[in-house]
């Protein structure tokens, strides 16, 4: 009977059963199988999937990047309509900026000290109507590229103060070992929106009145602050074996588990900028990061101009373009969800390496159809840079740190937007590919001489 047949043998006469209704049934599975169903049985791509809090988290995500990838579509297209020029591109890039720089080291303390959920609501929120004011704007007929600049600075203030609380959360709702996992998912999610929202976003722009695509980003936004509501406000409770696992990890890299000083303001800065200058490994991440970023980012910022000049495009090839990159980031951002803890350092720089190669190509593209494989690589190689060096700056900062330094790693964008600024001056003396080509050929010569001459960073677990 069927029933009896999937019934599990208790003694010998049941396995003798057994073996003579299928002999096969209770042969050696061959070494090689063994190998392959173990190999299956360790594969952790969705790992942090099991927790709650993560898991709305993502979800929340994926409406923050909906609003990014768009944003960055929709405010490049509508300003370089406006004024057809590279360096409008650089200034909105510049006016995001200057809050950043001025502003991120106060979220980091923010971050430190107030609930990390609470912080990305009110911020998401405010988005919201930053984005509004732009639509009212264009319904009302009265946009001028100024109040571009002065959106981008709002929203430069606002990302300053509620990024640290974003980028310093994930080690509050998965468990130690599950960060890197954790971060590449996040990352995934982020390739996830870039794959299925720009091109429509560009279509959309192509099709209908601007400001429909400013609503779009809107609702994004607001999607992300209803969702976060479903995430605990205080970190979840880790186990002692795993706090002593991520401990571990610390005192190899050279860190110390030092105490933070209470108090608020400039003195957690002060405090939180000597930890830094103190643990070698944080500060060469950052500042091996800082270099790749500065060279690799450019192209993003000056891709309206880009498509319209070079590629004889407009926002539908855009979007077209830009998914095609969330196609190979996604892949990429899987990949390395699945990957153990080790040699991360060694990763993160041939990534970067084929990055470089990847924008090399790009600047001298002059066809669409040479253009599309090579953002598939472009999706590779910053799909890695982004997720390694993010879980490299979380799992070796201490916990009492965590948010000071991502405050760090976050003002570095604003640093790397005000290169952004020198890129488009430069595309308007020299030309864009000229442009976004030096920059290209200078990560490949960062990349490798770090590969060279920087083992602390190569041998990073």
Not at 78 to 90: E, M
Request: charged letters at 15%; one cysteine or more.
């Amino acid at each position: 009977m069927v029933r009896s047949a999937a019934r599990v043998p208790s003694d010998t006469s049941d396995i003798a059963a057994a073996a003579i209704a299928d002999p096969a049934a209770l042969a050696p599975v061959p070494a090689e199988r063994r190998s392959r169903l173990r190999a299956l049985s360790q594969l952790r791509t969705f790992e942090s999937f099991k927790s709650s809090p993560f898991r709305w988290y993502f979800v929340s995500m994926l409406g923050v990047f909906g609003a990014m990838n768009s944003q960055m579509i929709a405010r490049g297209v509508l300003i370089y309509d406006l004024t057809g020029s590279f360096a409008a591109l650089g200034t909105l890039a510049l006016a995001g900026a200057i809050p950043g720089l001025a502003l991120s080291l106060h979220g980091g303390v923010i971050a430190d000290r107030l609930p990390k959920k609470q912080i990305q609501q009110v911020g998401n929120a405010l988005n919201a109507l930053n984005t509004m004011s732009i639509v009212a704007l264009l319904l009302a007929g009265a946009m001028r590229w100024e109040y571009m600049i002065v959106n981008a600075a709002i929203q430069g203030v606002i990302q300053a103060l509620m990024m640290p609380a974003r980028q310093s959360m994930l080690p509050d709702i998965v468990y130690p070992r599950q960060v890197m996992n954790a971060v590449a998912l996040n990352n995934a999610g982020m390739n996830l929106s870039r794959l299925m929202v720009p091109a429509g976003i560009g279509v959309l722009m192509e099709v209908t009145d601007y400001y429909w695509a400013f609503i779009a980003i809107t609702g994004f936004y607001l999607f992300s602050t209803v969702t976060l509501f479903r995430v605990p406000s205080r970190p979840i409770e880790i186990p002692p074996e795993e706090r002593t696992e991520a401990q571990a990890r610390l005192h190899a890299a050279g860190g110390q588990a030092t105490r933070a000083k209470s108090g608020a303001g400039f003195g957690d800065l002060i405090d939180g900028g000597r930890y830094i200058l103190r643990d070698h490994t944080v500060r060469t991440i950052l500042v091996i990061n800082f270099l790749m970023v500065l060279f690799s980012m450019p192209y993003m910022q000056m891709l309206p101009g880009f498509v319209k000049e070079v590629l004889k495009g407009g926002p539908g090839l855009q979007g077209l373009l830009t998914s095609v990159t969330g196609v190979g980031s996604l892949a990429a951002a899987l990949v390395i969800a699945s990957l153990p803890s080790r040699r991360r350092g060694m990763i993160f720089i041939i990534g970067s390496v084929v990055l470089g190669i990847a924008l090399i190509a790009f600047s001298w593209s002059t066809s669409v159809a040479i253009t599309m494989p090579v953002m598939l690589l472009i999706g590779v190689g910053q799909s890695v840079r982004m997720a390694l060096s993010n879980v490299l700056v979380q799992a070796y900062t201490e916990d009492q740190y965590r948010g000071r330094v991502m405050s760090i790693y976050m003002m570095e964008m604003s640093l790397v937007q005000v290169g952004v600024f020198g890129v488009g001056i430069a595309a308007e003396i020299i030309g864009v590919q000229w442009a976004l080509g030096l920059c290209s050929a200078g990560l490949v010569i960062l990349s490798v001489a770090t590969l060279a001459m920087v083992p602390r960073m190569r041998n990073l677990d």
